[in-house]
C-alpha cells in the first residue's frame, strides 16, 4: 500500500512537470533563446514604420504598387512595437531585426563610403516609387538624424520610426527640409 | 555628386547640415599662405587626396588604389567617382581590374529585370563615365544575352523606353547629357529623346532666381552648379529654345512661355552662384558652408572656362573659390564636409576628411588642372588636345581679345573666316566666343554655322588592348586548386578574366581561359550558396515563436550547409547568430520532447505496476474473502 502511494505521488510529480511546462534547458541555451524576451530589467527600444505619407500620394505612387499588400490600410507597416535593447544596438539593427521578426520584406545597401546601411525599400516600397523625392527616413524620438542609421547607437527607451515621405522629408516635419520650403 | 545617384543624396547628403552655430577653424590648408595670385601646385594637392584615399582604406601610397576591398566598391557611388577622377587625372593604376570587377557586375544587374535600377538612370550614367575615363567603352561593354550591352543609350537616349530620366528628379537629366557629351556620342533618329530634349528638361526647370534645385522655388549651389556643367558645351551656341517654364508662373498663374539660348540661362546661373558666395570663398548648400558645394562650382566654372580663382564674380573678399574649396582640406590630405559642429556626427567633426567631400574635392582639383592647362573638361572624354590644338584655340582667343569698339566689320570678318577654316571643331573651348558673337552680330556678320554640336561628333574609338604579364600567368596557375577558392578570390579572377577578354593572342591563352572559367564557375556556386543560405535564414526562421519540429529539418539542412562554407565564406552569411539561436531552441524542443516520452513512459510503467498490484491485492482479497465464506 505504502509502495503505492509513493509511485502514484511520482506519477503526479511527472505529470505536474510535463502539463506546467517546465523546459528542460542549460543557462547558455536559455539565455540564448531568450534575448529578445522583455522582463522587468531589460532595456528596451519602440520601433514603428509606417508609409502614411503615400496615401495623400497615391497618384504618383508607382501603379505596380497601388493595392493594400504594399500599401497597408492607415499605412502602417509595423506599429509601435518593444524589442529588447542588446548590447551595441544602432538604429538599423533595431529595423532588420522587427523586419524579420515580422516577415516583412527588406532591401538595404551597406556603403562603405558612409559606414552605413542605407535602406532603399521597405515592404517593397522604394526610393523613389512615389516620385521623384520619396524615400524612407528614420527619427529617434521625433528627432532626424543627420546620419546614417547603422551610426545611430540606441538607448534605453529610444524611439526608433522609420517613416516614408513623399517630399524629402517635409511631409514628415524634417526641419531641414523645410529650410527651403 | 553623391546627389546625382539618388535620395540618399538628400537623405544622407544634404542631411549632413547643421543649423547650429559655426565653429569656423582657420585655413586648414598646412602651414602655407595662399596668395591668390600664386600658381600652386595643383597637382600635390591632387596628390595629396589620392594618398588620403589610399590610407584610409588600409594601403600602402606605394600601393594601388584598386585592390580588394577598393574593388568591392566599382559600380557604387563610393567607387565609382574616385575611379573616373584618377581615369580623367591619368594616373597609372590598375585600371583593368577595375573594369573587371564592373564588368561582372552589370553581367550579373542586367540579369535582373531592373537591370542596373528600376528608377535611377543616373546608376548608368555614373558608371559609364567611370568606365570611360579608365579606358573602357560603354557603348559596348559587358554582355547581355549574347551582345555587348550599350549603356549610353540604356542610360540616356532610350532609357525613355523603361522609365523617364527625370523619374529620380533633374539628376537624371543633368547626367543624361553629360554621359551623352563624354564622348560626344550621336544621338540615333530613332532615340527616344534627343540631345535637345534633355537640353529642354533642364531648361524647363530653372528658377525665377536664375539657379536649379531639386525641388522648391530657391535654388541650390550644388544643382545650379551640376546643371551647369551639363549645359556648358552649349554655351557658345546662338540656338534659340522656345519652351514654356514648368517653374515660373506669371501673375495669373500660368507657366511663362520662354525663348533663350543657353548662354542666357547660363549666365543667370553664374550670376546666382556668384551672389551666394561667402567672404570665405565658400558656398553654401541647405544653409549650411560645405565643401561639396565649392567643389560643384569649381567643376561648373572650369566647364564654362571661367577661372575659379581670378574671375571677379567668384573672388570675394580676396578669397576665390578655390581658397574657399581649400580651407576644407585637412592635414592629412582629404577634405572634411564642413567645420560645423556637431558632436553626434562623425562625419563633420572638424579636421576629420570624408570620403566623400574628399573624391567630390579631387574632382574639382583635377577640372582646375586640366583647366589651367587648356584641355578638355573633366567629363569632356573625348582624345585629349593636341599642343598644336591648344596653340590654334589660344591664338583666336587672343585675335577676339584685340576687338574693341572701333574695330571695324572686316576684322571681325576675317576671325570668324580663321575659326572657320581651323580645326577647331568645339566652340565651348574658345573662351570668349561670346565676345565674337556679340560684335558679329552689332556689325551684321555671319557666325558660322555649328559644328555637329547638336548631332555629336564621335571620334573612333581605339580597341583596347592590355598586357598579360608574368605576374597573371602565375595568378592563373594559382587558381588551379580549385578546393580552395573562396569569396575572397572573386576581384582577381574577375580582372583575370576581363585581361584574357581583352589580350592579344598567345599560345596558352585558352587553357588558361578554362582554368579562370572555371575557378569564377566555383567561385559563383559559392556565392549562391550563400545567396541561399541567407535567402533560406530570412524566410523559414521567423518568428522564432512558431518554430517546431516540422522545421527543424529544414533548420539542419541550412546549419550544415552554412558548417561547409570555409571560414572566409562564413562570414558572408548574415545573421547566423539567429540560425544558431533556432537551432538551439529546435534542440531543445526534440530534448523537450525525448525527456517528455521518457517520463511519461515511466509514468506509464508505474502506473501499470501500481494498477497490477492493486488488482493483484484484491485478487488475494478476493480468494482469501472466499475461503473464509467456504469456511
Redesign the interface.
Known sequence: MK??LV??A??VF??V??LSGT???SVD?YY??H??EITDDSETIYISIDCKTVLDNWDKLDESLQNEKFIPAEGIVLEKSQYVLRPDDNAFDVLDRAI????IQMEA?Y??????N?VKGINHL????CG??????YKVNGE?????AS?YELQDGDYVEWVYSC???RDVGS??GA??? | MKKANSIIGIILVIALIFTGLSTKTAVAYGDENFNRKDIFAVDSLIEDVINWKKSNMGYEVTESLFQDEFLEMAGSTSGDWYAMALGRYGYEDNYGSYLGVIDDYIETEYKTDAKLDIYKATEWQRIGLAITAVGGNPKAFSNFEGSPIDLVSDGSYNRGLVQSPGRQGINGWIYGLIFMDSKRYEIPDTANDTREDFILELLKLQLADGGFALMGNKSDVDITAMTLQALAPYYNSEREFSYVSAKIKDEKGEFIPQVKTVREVVDESVLFLSSTQNETGTFASWGSENSESSSQVILALTALRIDPHNDQRFVKNDKSAIDGLLTFKQNDGGFTHSYSFDSENPNAVPSVSSSMASEQALCALISYDRFLSNQRTFYDMREDFTVEEIAQISAVEKSIERLNQNSTKLEIQQIVSTLEESNITDLSYVNNYWNLSAYAKKHHVKLLAEKEIYQGNQEELIENIVAFTDVNVKQVEALIDYENLTTENYVEVVHLMYLLENTNEFQKKNQYKTIVDKAYNHIQSIKSEIEYINMKITTELYPFSKLSLKDKAVCEEIFNRYENLSQVDKGEVTHIDDLIRAKTQLDNLTTAWIIGGGLSAISLVVIAIVVIRIRKRQKVKRSMEMEESQE
Open positions: 509502495k503505492d509511485a502514484i511520482v506519477v511527472i505529470l512537470i510535463l523546459k528542460i534547458q541555451d540564448l533563446t534575448i529578445d524579420r521578426h515580422n516577415e545597401v556603403s562603405k563610403g558612409f559606414g552605413s542605407y522604394y526610393e523613389f516609387s521623384e523625392l520619396s524615400g524612407w527616413m532626424f538624424p543627420s546620419y546614417g551610426k517630399d524629402l522629408g526641419e531641414w529650410q527651403t520650403a
